[in-house]
C-alpha cells in the first residue's frame, strides 16, 4: 500500500500560478510512475502529467509550457508547479502513483490521493 497526500491548491486569479505537493508514505523509487490527474466538475478524470522512475516526464497538450512536474525521491514527494494558469485549469487535483508488479511493466496497481482543489478565477 502507498497513501498520497497532496497539498497546495487553493484559489488563485487568471495568470498566476500554484504549486502542488504529493508526499507518499513509502519510497517511490523502483518500478513506480507517479502522476497527476485532474477532474473538473461533470467531466472526467483526465490525466495532467507523468513522471517515470527515470525521470521521463510527459504532459498533456493543453499544459505543456505552463505546467511542471519534478519528484525528490529523498522526500517521496512529486510537485507540479503550475503556471499561467487560466479558468479551464479549475479542477480537483489527484495525485496518482502507479506501482508496477514486475519488469514488464504490463500489471499495476493503482493509488491515489484524495485530491487537492485549484480553482483559478477573478
Known amino acids: 500500500q502507498v497513501q498520497l497526500v497532496e497539498s497546495g491548491g487553493g484559489l488563485v486569479q487568471p495568470g498566476g500560478s500554484l504549486r502542488l505537493s504529493c508526499a507518499a508514505s513509502?519510497?517511490?523509487?523502483?518500478?513506480?510512475?507517479m502522476g497527476w490527474y485532474r477532474q473538473a466538475p461533470g467531466k472526467e478524470r483526465e490525466l495532467v502529467a507523468t513522471?517515470?522512475?527515470?525521470?521521463?516526464?510527459n504532459y498533456e497538450d493543453s499544459v505543456k509550457g505552463r505546467f511542471t512536474m519534478s519528484r525528490d525521491n529523498a522526500k517521496n514527494t512529486v510537485y507540479l508547479q503550475m503556471d499561467s494558469l487560466t479558468p479551464d485549469d479549475t479542477a480537483n487535483y489527484y495525485c496518482?502513483?502507479?506501482?508496477?508488479?514486475?519488469?514488464?511493466?504490463?500489471?499495476?496497481?493503482?493509488?491515489w490521493g484524495q485530491g487537492t482543489q485549484v480553482t483559478v478565477s477573478s
Open positions: 496518482n502513483c502507479r506501482k508496477y508488479r514486475g519488469i514488464t511493466f504490463r500489471t499495476f496497481d493503482d493509488y
Open positions: 513522471i517515470t522512475n527515470g525521470g521521463s516526464i
Open positions: 513509502s519510497s517511490i523509487i523502483g518500478l513506480y510512475r
